[in-house]
């Protein structure tokens, strides 16, 4: 009699096993048994009691159903906690609590089940410095200094970078010491994204220019953008909208502040294993007169040379129509230097 129980309930609990699998129902005919580990990206992933782990196209499946609460994202960003039942070909139901109990969902309308925890999100960027110096008939010195840094959340971006350089070069005859480079700059962006590709932005600059007589040019804007590609290998955004501009010269008592419209574009990709272009454009005409206008770009080549460490070459050109008085309207600008990511 006691061998007798000890079975049955061996049985039961087998059976009782069995029962409590989650199911999956291929359109193929097959029928799997086993857990439901996660879908993400139209893979959906299931531990089969007698195949392992196995992933599936979600457009091969016909309906499926758990016994244990699975976490359901849908497109429309609903998000719900609930075994899920089998129902027919395309679709699946949940038991919701409601008046109706059990609602049904077409497949199609699953964005992901059970996703892995989302990475914390952090700062990233890069710093770089470089020296060039020369002796002998000719003596010159020269310093370049660059940051970037970037963090990128699912609804919002915030980027930020500045750079600075100095020259100087001694005249042979004299020994005097001439200044032949003293600028800086540094400018920040926020995008907020009201979808996956369209956001908002408020964005800044300030920069100086001893040599091209620049005390201060201020540019305070803000508008929309629309990202069409972002991935870890190429990135493209562009963006529309307005900005204040003011501009104060050494050699002018009186300033200039205007209101611009203000278009650009932010474009990167990697064109191998070590190798990155990185390319950004911003064009400032005045509302009031389009020929007047300022217009900054970068571009840059970025060589790995460890996992961490690069070697850059940057050009920075810049074209002011109306620069101080006695300067030239375009100053191109040539940066090499070594850094680090972070």
């Not at 199911?23 to 392992?52: H, I, S």
């Not at 849908?74 to 609930?82: A, I, K, S, W, Y």
């Not at 962006?189 to 408020?202: A, C, L, N, R, T």
Request: aromatic share 12%; proline share 3%; net charge negative.
């Amino acid at each position: 009699m006691y061998r007798t129980l000890i079975l049955a309930a061996i049985c039961l609990g087998l059976l009782s096993a069995v029962v409590q699998a989650d199911e999956l129902y291929l359109k193929n005919g097959d029928r799997l048994t086993g857990t439901l580990v996660k879908l993400t990206e139209g893979k959906l992933v299931f531990k089969a009691d007698a195949a392992g782990e196995v992933t599936v196209a979600l457009a091969d499946v016909l309906t499926f159903s758990t016994t244990a609460p699975a976490e359901v994202h849908l497109n429309d960003g609903t998000v719900l906690n609930q075994p899920v039942m089998a129902a027919e070909a395309g679709t699946f139901a949940i038991d919701t609590g409601t008046a109706l109990r059990a609602q049904t969902f077409r497949l199609s309308d699953l964005a992901s089940m059970n996703p892995p925890p989302k990475p914390p999100v952090k700062w990233t960027g890069s710093i770089s410095a470089g020296v060039t110096a020369t002796s002998g008939n000719t003596s010159t010195e020269a310093v370049n200094a660059n940051i970037s840094v970037a963090r990128r959340s699912e609804k919002d971006r915030t980027t930020a970078s500045a750079n600075y350089a100095r020259g100087k070069q001694e005249d042979p005859d004299s020994g005097e010491e001439r200044t032949t480079e003293d600028w800086w700059r540094a400018k920040a962006q926020y995008d907020y994204f009201f979808s996956k590709k369209f956001f908002g932005f408020i964005n800044g600059s300030y920069e100086k220019d001893a040599i091209a007589e620049l005390d201060r040019r201020v540019v305070l804007g803000g508008g929309a953008g629309y990202q069409w590609i972002e991935s870890p290998r190429t990135n493209f955004s562009t963006s529309l909208g307005l900005a204040s501009l003011y501009e104060k010269f050494d050699n002018e008592t009186d300033s200039n502040s205007e209101l611009s419209a203000q278009a650009g574009y932010n474009f990167d990709h990697q064109l191998n294993d070590s190798v990155k272009f990185l390319h950004d454009l911003t064009y400032y005409p005045a509302l009031e007169k389009f020929s007047d206008y300022y217009l900054t770009t970068t571009a840059e080549i970025r060589a790995s040379l460890t996992k961490s460490m690069f070697a850059s070459f940057k050009t920075i050109f810049n074209y002011d129509a109306t620069p101080a008085e006695g300067r030239s309207s375009t100053d191109v600008k040539y940066l090499f230097s070594v850094g680090m990511t972070f």
